[in-house]
């Protein structure tokens, strides 16, 4: 993308109604504007880092054998008075009525639809297991909508919900999802704590939050801080194995880490005390086990091997899609802007040309963004006539882990400069290295980048040489 071309209205000014850094940012960056109280529009570079959340969360789902569907946005009440919850969600749900008086409402989640589709389809425990899940906008009439996208009364979520035999085949199915979300944040660049939480309005006995360490974060933590040495890296996953997916969860779950609700002072100060952390986190994620809460009273039914009808066991999953936006923001970010992991940067690099209108650098820079761009990569060419320190300023802002830098005194020497957003450190190189740098970087983000084994071979940028 040129610069030029792009929609990119970035503020000079820090807007006076952002209380937190990732609003700030978001605001000043362009990303989204303000619609209603918690309602956004997603301008287009908030658009594209949602869009790389999203599909992170896709091939982590489909890679542990959950199915994508789409269920809508308006629901009929009537499933919500089988489940006994129409009456039960209060003000939160936001209620409408079409034009015949028939009571609809504007999903807060989907427990109830995915029950009826399930209902509706199957009725033999050979179907199972089943898990379903899809991403879609949600609404819940926040009595606080604050902090922009982090808790916006118009959500963007991914909800997922298994279906089961056995309570035993369902906790493979929380384990499983335990697993894949902790796979997705850390694509994401991101440590999120799977942490003991309440269950609140789902309702069920085994659920955990999955928390980022923020001082912005709503919700109070408490954790033994060796949970914070561990991570799941580049271990291979078998969902199916069911031990696997069960010693995972111990390996992320027994120290302590808790949230105030279910926190437990006496366990806590068992701890060493050097290890005791009480801080505040962002909730990001929820995965819940409740039984046969919502197939019982809605008769979710399937015929069991003796052939008797058993209600089925289930679980729903939850990822606040738009809070991670936020949430990854809160956690990378200087007092310039934002520092974007390479797994959700909504451009690869940037491209800045230190003097526009030379021929020499424009040149220069035209053949990087090609070179780039025929490589599946995505650039962002600051084309615009403006002084190199604006230049900088905007790319700082808004963030790309990488930049190139192209002007005429280093192109003398056949060189342009590529520098690290995190690090600020810069290295003079070929162009041609640089493309082959940045390639490097993404290939383990972008298997379709397809440069093994033999690097770049028989691509285009070969020109170059
Ligand atoms: P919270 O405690 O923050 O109100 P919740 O526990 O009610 O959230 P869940 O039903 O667990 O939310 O929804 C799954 C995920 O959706 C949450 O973990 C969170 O990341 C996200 N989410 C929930 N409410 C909002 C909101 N108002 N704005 C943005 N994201 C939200
Ligand atoms: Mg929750």
Redesign the pocket.
């Given at each position: 993308m040129r610069l030029t071309r792009y929609f990119l209205p970035v503020l000079k000014e820090n807007p006076s109604e952002a209380q937190i850094v990732s609003h700030r940012l978001m605001l000043r960056a362009g990303m989204i504007k303000q619609q209603a109280a918690?309602i956004y529009s997603w301008l287009p570079m908030g658009f594209k880092v949602l869009r790389r959340i999203e599909q992170i969360v896709h091939e982590e789902q489909i890679r542990a054998g959950h199915i994508p569907m789409l269920m809508p946005t308006l629901q009929p009440a009537d499933l919500w008075r089988e489940s006994g919850r129409y009456d039960d969600y209060g003000q939160e749900m936001l209620r409408v009525r079409d034009r015949h008086q028939r009571d609809m409402l504007y999903g807060?989640?989907n427990e109830e639809m995915i029950t009826d589709i399930f209902r509706a389809h199957v009725g033999s425990y050979k179907d199972l297991p089943l898990t379903l899940y899809h991403v879609q906008w949600?609404f819940?009439d926040?009595i606080r909508?604050r902090f922009g996208?982090?808790?916006?009364?118009e959500?963007?979520?991914k909800?997922g919900y298994n279906f089961d035999l056995t309570k035993e085949d369902a906790l493979h199915a929380y384990n499983r999802h335990l697993v894949s979300y902790l796979r997705t944040y850390e694509r994401m660049g991101l440590q999120a704590i799977p942490m003991r939480?309440d269950s609140?309005?789902?309702g069920g006995d085994d659920t955990h939050?999955?928390l980022v360490l923020a001082e912005t974060g709503?919700?109070e933590v408490f954790y033994d801080s060796a949970v914070t040495d561990i991570s799941l890296g580049a271990r291979e996953i078998d969902y199916d194995d069911k031990a696997q997916c069960q010693a995972i969860l111990e390996e992320f779950t027994s120290l302590y880490a808790r949230t105030d609700e279910t926190h437990d002072q006496a366990v806590f100060d068992a701890i060493p005390e050097a290890r005791c952390r009480q801080a505040r986190g962002?909730?990001?994620?929820?995965i819940?086990y409740f039984g046969t809460k919502y197939s019982e009273p809605m008769g979710a039914t399937v015929q069991g091997p003796d052939g008797k009808p058993v209600p089925v066991h289930m679980g729903s999953h939850?990822?606040?899609v738009?809070?991670?936006v936020g949430?990854i923001i809160e956690a990378s970010h200087d007092e310039n802007g934002i520092i974007w992991p390479e797994g959700v940067t909504p451009f690869h690099c940037g491209i800045v040309n230190l003097k526009q209108g030379d021929a020499e650098a424009d040149a220069a820079c035209e053949k990087l963004y090609k070179a780039l761009t025929s490589l599946g990569l995505e650039p962002l060419y600051d084309d615009r006539d403006e002084r190199a320190g604006a230049k900088f300023a905007t790319m700082d802002l808004i963030g790309l882990p990488w930049r190139i830098t192209v002007g005429p005194r280093g192109l003398k020497n056949g060189v342009v400069e590529v520098t690290s957003r995190r690090t600020g450190d810069s290295v003079e190189m070929t162009p041609l290295d640089a493309v082959k740098k940045i390639a490097e970087i993404y290939a383990p983000h972008h298997p379709n980048l397809d440069l093994h084994p033999e690097p770049m071979a028989g691509r285009s940028f070969h020109t170059w040489l």
């Amino acid at each position: 993308m040129r610069l030029t071309r792009y929609f990119l209205p970035v503020l000079k000014e820090n807007p006076s109604e952002a209380q937190i850094v990732s609003h700030r940012l978001m605001l000043r960056a362009g990303m989204i504007k303000q619609q209603a109280a918690g309602i956004y529009s997603w301008l287009p570079m908030g658009f594209k880092v949602l869009r790389r959340i999203e599909q992170i969360v896709h091939e982590e789902q489909i890679r542990a054998g959950h199915i994508p569907m789409l269920m809508p946005t308006l629901q009929p009440a009537d499933l919500w008075r089988e489940s006994g919850r129409y009456d039960d969600y209060g003000q939160e749900m936001l209620r409408v009525r079409d034009r015949h008086q028939r009571d609809m409402l504007y999903g807060p989640t989907n427990e109830e639809m995915i029950t009826d589709i399930f209902r509706a389809h199957v009725g033999s425990y050979k179907d199972l297991p089943l898990t379903l899940y899809h991403v879609q906008w949600k609404f819940r009439d926040e009595i606080r909508p604050r902090f922009g996208v982090m808790r916006g009364r118009e959500f963007y979520m991914k909800d997922g919900y298994n279906f089961d035999l056995t309570k035993e085949d369902a906790l493979h199915a929380y384990n499983r999802h335990l697993v894949s979300y902790l796979r997705t944040y850390e694509r994401m660049g991101l440590q999120a704590i799977p942490m003991r939480a309440d269950s609140g309005p789902i309702g069920g006995d085994d659920t955990h939050e999955f928390l980022v360490l923020a001082e912005t974060g709503e919700s109070e933590v408490f954790y033994d801080s060796a949970v914070t040495d561990i991570s799941l890296g580049a271990r291979e996953i078998d969902y199916d194995d069911k031990a696997q997916c069960q010693a995972i969860l111990e390996e992320f779950t027994s120290l302590y880490a808790r949230t105030d609700e279910t926190h437990d002072q006496a366990v806590f100060d068992a701890i060493p005390e050097a290890r005791c952390r009480q801080a505040r986190g962002i909730e990001v994620g929820q995965i819940f086990y409740f039984g046969t809460k919502y197939s019982e009273p809605m008769g979710a039914t399937v015929q069991g091997p003796d052939g008797k009808p058993v209600p089925v066991h289930m679980g729903s999953h939850g990822i606040g899609v738009s809070r991670l936006v936020g949430a990854i923001i809160e956690a990378s970010h200087d007092e310039n802007g934002i520092i974007w992991p390479e797994g959700v940067t909504p451009f690869h690099c940037g491209i800045v040309n230190l003097k526009q209108g030379d021929a020499e650098a424009d040149a220069a820079c035209e053949k990087l963004y090609k070179a780039l761009t025929s490589l599946g990569l995505e650039p962002l060419y600051d084309d615009r006539d403006e002084r190199a320190g604006a230049k900088f300023a905007t790319m700082d802002l808004i963030g790309l882990p990488w930049r190139i830098t192209v002007g005429p005194r280093g192109l003398k020497n056949g060189v342009v400069e590529v520098t690290s957003r995190r690090t600020g450190d810069s290295v003079e190189m070929t162009p041609l290295d640089a493309v082959k740098k940045i390639a490097e970087i993404y290939a383990p983000h972008h298997p379709n980048l397809d440069l093994h084994p033999e690097p770049m071979a028989g691509r285009s940028f070969h020109t170059w040489l």
